[in-house]
């Protein structure tokens, strides 16, 4: 260990977010900007009819107004993932035009943009635009979208089906081995529609350089190089090379910020016909009607135990909501972040998923938080908890039954699942076990036999998750359907000064790579974390990227950066040998210098960059320089794992329910910044907590969200969590030089089954067997009632 | 979210707001705390062409005591209402109310004025007002005039004030004894259900808000409890319930139940 890995070492970036200082697109102004405003169907489903710009264009300050009628028309963003249908017809791919033609096919999409010399101006204007439209029947439901009278999104197919996919073993294979069950688990549910809702809304500035033929895009995104990537070859076809794309400070994303979304292709494009910079971003109701959602799975799934309790098979079927549009990695997220997870931490022999990706007409649905692993673990940790009641064994004692042993992936070998994937390592009764301790089990139940003498609704919860970070390797995730690479690039360029510029394809919209990040190169180069910059988001530094979600910064992106460490090392070494006069193998490394072994005689890292840059006396046949680039392919995913507790207790008046204690037991691998982990944990905790507890985007049967503001859609509180128990065990990922897994989506990955348990817990005495998320006080109420 | 173009005016005499009120007419909006008006107006669902901004309007935010009541001006913020110590002494259930108005940001702008003005079924306010047979001073071009809370309100955002009023105070009697039971709703924190409850000897008066489009006294509570029967279970009689996907009619009507029992007990 060195000086600052494993360190709470507070977070670097903090100063400027905390005093306001943060540069995030809106806060960006150039000279000559227009703002826009977007002309937004307020229908689900429609023919547009008619749509008159004439009076917009007259008003005050108007730069220009465009439809799909201008040249834009032509253009649509791609999709990057494909999946193909299980009879091998290959994915419906509907465009997804920049603006609306000739049909609406979800509340809030865009028919026009206004461009205007203020945003005041752009709103006023965009009121001007008159559109006529011819309202259709809607479907919003993703089960109900498959019926054969729903009316269809994209015409140009016979049902709403975007693919249909499966995973696992024989389904005729698990369907004979639950019959023969000796108790078969049943449950259907709805894994309800979340709004990502980063604190930063979207915003998007495109500034056409007339003179170079240049375009600068900044951009509130994940990823900045597949953005361009996107932008460039696939959506307006315009050269790579000339366009920069610039994604500096950033207000959160979880997942939504990673697409490649209309509006930002769109003010690209007419930034070119004006000929001057365009701004947008988003506001709420926007953000409510056009960030990509997340989850809307509808579930029907059967477990099979044997006497004992073990886990013999596993069934399930679902639909899952692809939304109007295919987003960018839509297809990916029900599926290979989904289905892959189906083992969980179990022995499950025989494993069967099904799933059908409707179109429904809704705002699509892409990655949020978790992306597919959160819907598997509330799915499995469900299922066992219930089964483990309706046999009458502790819901503890049925996880331990059916456990994967122990494994470090290095002695043992790692895990092979029924659903494609194999485990790293992972050591998952450790965690539940650490967490009971925590929780102190046996007195809890004995306060809860007490409680509910009284009439108090106590409960507590399990989940024993595991989940999938990191996704890799490129040629694995390409033979599924990716049609981009999942590698990282990391760039080491040592300052003649001895001080170090790294830039990493990674992207920070809060994580706080610019603090870890050089905790670990300080502590392998042996030098202080003030000599290091971190340099991400904007790809005339950068030399290439993959971006941040996933949970895969440190595990894929610090690994890229290790790679370019170990060659700066090696070729620092050359010049230390040549500056000692001695052997390279006789240097040792440490503490920012070179030393020959068992001698005084060392030269610092310092002196060495120094030479490098001014090669006077240097070894012959070297190059000058020390700066190397690195793109990191990793051999497999990583497997974070570990331990949720939720201790409840329910109104039983009101149902309403409150949170009195939450334990969460992470393995990540190594952890770099222990305050750092604990912090993305209570956060994912947070959105956890609130999908389990209060929030849902609720469509109306014409298609109208009735949720489309903070009045109506319950984000969680401060007030709503309580103090969060962290603990962590360690066992390392085998395959990466940092022995990291990842902990950006643990926390809201396993934190939903403990709190939807822990209220069932409460209530099971009174018969009650499953509960609707988000767990409303109406919804508990009436459960109760029943 | 920026809202239509406006004329903004300050005024700084209750004369002065209503005489542009007259002259105005419906192009005209008061605005005091503006947490309620600001934001429709960003949606552009309320789009006034002239703001009378009355919160420069001297004594207007006070708040004394006056023989037998306290004296609230309507410019006094939830945040005021709930520190001050004669309300906490005097009318205890509005400190109480107050303090479960929004967040600390609502709760340093919004004002009591503003709040009974804009009537909105799931404000606090209302139930509070009503429970304490508290008085409505409105000031228009005629003068000024008294309204009784149980006179004030008519429907949802509705209340029987006069396009060129606005009101100035709101007089309380002393409440020796009050409750005040808030079931939130999750997102807006509004009420779900509110329930005051003011004692007066054996007697009680009850004010509910949230349940219907119009804030009510429960009469048919008040007379089941001097009666002696299960008051509670009449929280909702010959009351129109409203329904939301937070709370439908079965179940705002069990937590208004729920609600008053907690505050009779209280
Ligand atoms: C996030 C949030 C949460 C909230 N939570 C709650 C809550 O839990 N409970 C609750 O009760 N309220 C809540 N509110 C509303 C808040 O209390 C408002 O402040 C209040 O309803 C209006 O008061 P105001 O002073 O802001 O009025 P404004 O917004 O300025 O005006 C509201 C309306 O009243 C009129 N008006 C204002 N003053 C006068 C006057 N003196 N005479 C005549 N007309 C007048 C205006 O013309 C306008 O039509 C919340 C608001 C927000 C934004």
């Known amino acids: ?786 | 979210m920026i809202p239509a173009k406006f004329e903004y005016m300050k005024v700084s005499s209750v004369g002065e707001a209503v005489d542009l009120l007259e002259k105005h007419g419906f192009d005209a909006k008061i605005l005091s705390g503006g947490h309620s008006l600001l934001p429709a107006m960003k949606l552009r669902l309320n789009r006034p062409e002239v703001l009378i901004d009355i919160t420069g309007i001297s004594g207007m935010d006070s708040i004394t005591e006056q023989g037998d009541e306290i004296v609230i001006g309507a410019n006094c913020t939830h945040s005021q209402l709930l520190r001050s110590e004669l309300v906490q002494k005097q009318v205890n259930i509005l400190a109480q109310a107050a303090d479960t108005v929004g967040d600390v940001q609502v709760r340093n702008k919004g004002t009591i004025g503003g709040s009974l003005a804009h009537a909105d079924p799931s404000a606090d306010y209302p139930a509070v007002v009503l429970a304490c047979d508290a008085v409505i001073v409105a000031e228009g071009k005629n003068g000024s005039r008294e309204i009784a809370a149980t006179d004030f309100f008519e429907g949802i955002f509705t209340t029987t004030l006069n396009d060129d009023e606005i009101i100035t105070a709101i007089r309380f009697p002393k409440i020796a004894k009050g409750n005040y039971q808030k079931f939130y709703q999750s997102a807006s924190r509004f009420a779900v259900v509110g329930v005051a409850v003011v004692r007066d000897g054996d007697s009680v008066k009850v004010g509910v808000t949230g349940v219907s489009d119009t804030p009510y006294r429960a009469t048919a509570v008040e007379e089941a409890y001097a009666g002696n029967g299960d008051a509670a279970e009449h929280a909702v009689d010959d009351i129109e319930v409203m329904s939301d996907h937070f709370a439908d009619v079965e179940y705002r009507s069990h937590l208004a139940k729920v609600m008053v029992k907690r505050a009779l007990e209280a």
Request: with cysteine.
């Open chain 1, 1 to 786: 260990m060195g000086n600052y890995v494993g360190k709470p070492v507070k977070r670097r970036e903090d100063a400027r977010f905390l005093k306001g200082a943060g540069t995030y697109t809106d806060d960006i102004k150039l000279r000559k900007m227009t703002q826009s405003a977007f002309v937004r169907s307020p229908y689900a489903h429609a023919k547009i009819l008619n749509i008159d710009t004439s009076e917009a264009k007259k008003a005050e300050g108007v730069v220009a107004v465009f439809t799909a009628q201008d040249g834009c028309g032509e253009f649509g963003v791609p999709c990057g993932w494909q999946v193909d249908f299980k009879n091998g017809e290959t994915m419906r791919e509907p465009k997804h035009p920049l603006l609306a033609k000739d049909k609406i096919r979800h509340v809030g999409e865009a028919v026009a943009i206004v461009i205007a010399e203020s945003l005041e101006l752009a709103r006023d204007a965009a009121e001007l635009v008159s559109v006529d439209y011819e309202e259709l029947p809607a479907v919003t439901d993703p089960k109900k979208a498959m019926d054969k009278d729903a009316p269809l999104v994209h015409d140009d197919w016979k049902d709403n089906a975007a693919f249909d996919w499966c995973i696992g073993n024989d389904r005729a294979e698990v369907e004979a081995a639950l019959e023969k069950a000796h108790h078969v688990t049943e449950m259907e549910f709805r894994n309800q529609r979340l709004a990502p809702n980063a604190m930063e809304p979207r915003s998007y500035i495109a500034d056409y350089d007339v003179n170079g033929d240049k375009w600068t895009l900044y951009t509130s995104t994940q990823n900045p190089h597949l953005i361009r990537l996107l932008m460039c070859a696939f959506a307006l076809g315009i050269p790579e090379q000339k366009v920069r794309v610039v994604s500096k400070d950033v207000g959160g994303g979880f997942g939504s910020k990673v697409y490649h979304y209309t509006e930002e292709c769109l003010v690209t494009w007419a930034s070119k016909e004006i000929g001057r910079p365009v701004k947008w971003t988003s506001d709420r109701s926007e953000a409510f009607l056009t960030d990509a959602q997340g989850r809307d799975h509808v579930v029907k799934s059967k477990m099979g135990f044997d006497k004992d309790g073990k886990i013999v098979a596993h069934l399930t079927d679902e639909y899952c909501a692809m939304g109007a549009y295919l987003s960018t990695f839509a297809p990916a997220i029900p599926t290979y972040l989904h289905g892959t997870l189906f083992q969980g931490v179990y022995t499950t022999p025989l494993i069967h998923l099904n799933v059908t990706a409707p179109f429904t007409h809704t705002v699509p649905v892409d990655a949020y938080r978790g992306a597919g692993r959160p819907e598997a673990t509330y799915l499995l940790e469900r299922i066992v908890s219930k089964g483990a009641r309706e046999m009458g064994i502790d819901p503890t004692e049925i996880r331990f039954k059916n456990f994967i042993p122990p494994f470090d992936g290095v002695e043992q070998e790692g895990y092979q699942t029924q659903v494609a994937l194999q485990y790293d390592s992972g050591n998952y009764e450790g965690v539940l076990k650490k967490g009971l301790e925590m929780l102190g089990y046996e007195d809890f139940r004995k306060e809860q036999s007490e409680a509910r003498k009284n009439g108090k609704l106590i409960g507590v919860g399990f989940s024993t998750y595991i989940e999938g970070c990191g996704i890799a390797p490129s040629a694995v995730v390409g033979a599924l359907g990716a049609r981009a690479g999942l590698y990282e690039v990391g760039q080491v360029r040592v300052q003649p000064t001895g001080k170090v510029s790294v830039f990493t394809g990674s992207h920070s919209h809060g994580q706080g790579h610019e603090t870890v990040f050089a905790q670990f190169v300080a502590d392998k180069l042996g030098i202080p974390m003030d000599d290091i910059e971190i340099e991400h988001g904007d790809t005339d530094q950068v030399a290439f990227g993959m971006g941040t979600y996933g949970s895969r910064s440190l595990s894929v992106g610090g690994s890229a950066i290790m790679k370019s460490i170990d060659k700066i090392l090696e070729k620092g070494a050359k010049i230390a040998a040549h500056k000692l006069e001695a052997a390279e193998e006789d240097l040792d490394y440490a503490e920012g210098k070179w030393t020959v072994k068992g001698t005084d005689k060392s030269v610092s890292f310092g002196d060495v960059s120094l030479t490098a840059y001014v090669p006077h006396d240097y070894p012959e046949g070297l190059e000058p320089g020390l700066d190397f680039s690195s793109f990191y392919d990793p051999a497999n995913f990583t497997y974070p794992f570990g331990t949720h507790i939720a201790v409840v207790e329910v109104d039983a008046d009101t149902g309403r329910v409150m949170l009195n204690r939450f334990i969460a037991v992470d393995d990540v691998g190594n952890i770099m910044n222990p305050m750092i982990v604990d912090g993305q944990i209570h956060g994912g905790v947070a959105q956890g907590v609130g999908q389990a507890l209060l929030e849902e985007v609720v469509y109306d049967e014409g298609g109208q969200m009735i949720t489309g503001s903070y009045m109506d859609y319950a984000m969680p509180r401060a007030d709503d969590l309580p103090m969060i128990e962290t603990a962590n065990t360690v066992t390392p990922c085998p395959h990466n030089p940092l022995g990291v897994k990842g902990a950006g989506e643990a926390g809201t990955i396993g934190s939903t089954p403990a709190v939807v348990n822990a209220v069932v817990d409460a209530l099971a005495h009174l018969g009650v067997t499953d509960i609707q998320m988000p767990l409303k006080p109406q919804t508990v109420w009436k459960a109760m009632q029943n």
